[in-house]
């Protein structure tokens, strides 16, 4: 198993451009993440999903969208960058059936918004 | 709101010191616990994870407890190496969701 993978790895974008970042896990797990980390901070919950379909905000999701067609995928768009965007996005995905259970995550992209 | 606390934010001792992170949350209803390590520009790798119901979990040269109650867990690191240098983050599972600490950075110097 590849675990959970993200693309791309680093993203260079100018303010109001617009990207996908794509994050396809082979677990068959039912829930996934989508995570932000600014410098020297913990990770902040953007969007999560608990299976295909079905989407929520977390604690962060402003400028932000998700979609959830297939158990495997989980993109995270934005729509219109801001240097506030700046930050490393973090994709996990967790058990099925069980949200409680222990998360993995992805190598993360590294985002910058000038 | 849940919050979580790691103490020390940071940490250098010398090879072999057997070592001690802190994290705090203020809200005991939790389904489980976490501990982290991430390693400069990668990702997470979950160290232990702890369910509500137990008191703790050991894995190798690492054992984390949780105290449900006093909402606090403690990972103990013995006899610490070089390729133990990390950040280490802590994180709790309230539903559907987990709330990460900002980390304690870790450097174990030969």
């Known amino acids: 198993n590849a675990g959970v993978t993200q693309t791309p790895k680093f993203r260079i974008l100018k303010i109001g451009q617009s990207m996908t970042l794509q994050c396809t896990q082979d677990m068959n797990h039912n829930y996934m993440y989508w995570y932000r980390q600014d410098p020297g901070m913990g990770l902040k919950l953007i969007y999560y999903?608990?299976?295909?379909?079905?989407?929520d905000k977390g604690e962060v999701p402003n400028g932000y969208n998700v979609s959830r067609s297939t158990t495997e995928d989980f993109p995270l768009r934005l729509e219109l960058a801001a240097p506030s965007q700046t930050s490393v996005y973090f994709c996990?995905?967790?058990?099925?059936?069980?949200?409680?259970?222990?998360?993995?995550f992805g190598p993360g992209t590294r985002l910058t918004v000038l | 709101k849940q919050e979580v606390t790691q103490i020390p934010a940071a940490l250098s001792v010398p090879e072999g010191e057997n070592l001690v992170l802190n994290c705090s949350f203020t809200?005991?209803?939790?389904?489980?616990l976490q501990w982290f390590r991430q390693d400069p520009g990668k990702g997470l790798t979950s160290l232990l994870l702890i369910q509500s119901s137990q008191r703790e979990q050991t894995s190798g040269r690492l054992n984390a407890s949780l105290d449900k109650s006093s909402g606090r867990s403690t990972l103990y690191i013995a006899a610490s190496q070089p390729g133990d240098s990390a950040t280490y983050l802590c994180a709790v599972m309230g539903f559907q969701k987990l709330v990460f600490g900002t980390g304690t950075r870790l450097l174990v110097s030969p």
């Open positions: 809200d005991s209803a939790i389904y489980n």
């Open positions: 999903s608990v299976g295909a379909g079905i989407t």
């Open positions: 996990a995905s967790s058990y099925p059936g069980q949200g409680h259970n222990e998360q993995f």
